[in-house]
């Protein structure tokens, strides 16, 4: 926690807004663009690319993280060194690694790039240092989802009226046994 609050000193904090992303269930390369969004200030009306008017972004349950298709066993993540790490093993080891790498990776390569990563802080859980800040949470955009094709669009209507069919005439039925059984009994 003490880390968390290192390098501080060294961003002007005046009038920065605090957003807190949550990143259970998240898919990482939205959640991460997201993030590379709010920390170079695309999000507000007065942003110039040569300023760092970005606000400062607090990431919590960064070990919740999600991706799609076979990353967690596909991604390798490599080491001058020759050391080599899949996504799972790096998500195992230390999870707030794998979003500070994805969101660096998204902002330019300039000189405000560390500047700018400097205002990231990240935690593998819930619990945070800024608790005497004002905090706002960020809400993630709803995906937009391309529309359908026209010829699935109509398969996926008549599947459901014909569900809509089906489970209309099993009620009947049942209805029907009933009365059947109430007839007999009388």
């Given at each position: 926690m003490q880390k968390a609050a290192a390098g501080l000193r060294r961003i002007n904090l005046e009038g920065l807004r605090w957003r807190v992303f949550d990143a259970k269930g998240q898919v990482l390369g939205r959640l991460a663009?997201?993030?590379?969004t709010v920390i170079q200030g695309k999000d507000k009306p007065t942003y110039a690319p040569y300023r760092d008017d970005g606000d400062m972004c607090i990431v919590l349950n960064a070990k919740d993280v999600c991706v799609t298709g076979r990353k967690l066993t596909d991604k390798i993540y490599h080491w001058h060194t020759g050391?080599?790490?899949?996504?799972?093993?790096?998500?195992?080891?230390?999870?707030?690694?794998?979003?500070?790498k994805a969101v660096r990776r998204m902002l330019p390569r300039n000189k405000l790039r560390d500047d700018r990563e400097r205002k990231l802080r990240i935690f593998a859980g819930s619990e945070h240092p800024f608790g005497d800040r004002p905090l706002e949470p960020f809400v993630m955009?709803?995906?937009?989802?391309?529309?359908?094709?026209?010829?699935?669009?109509?398969?996926?209507?008549?599947?459901?009226?014909?569900a809509e069919q089906q489970q209309q005439k099993a009620s009947d039925t049942s209805k029907g046994s009933k009365k059947n059984k109430a007839e007999v009994n009388a």
């Open positions: 663009s997201q993030i590379s050391q080599e790490r899949s996504l799972k093993d790096q998500l195992a080891k230390d999870p707030t690694e794998v979003i500070r955009p709803s995906r937009k989802v391309r529309e359908m094709r026209p010829r699935a669009r109509r398969a996926l209507i008549r599947a459901e009226k014909k």
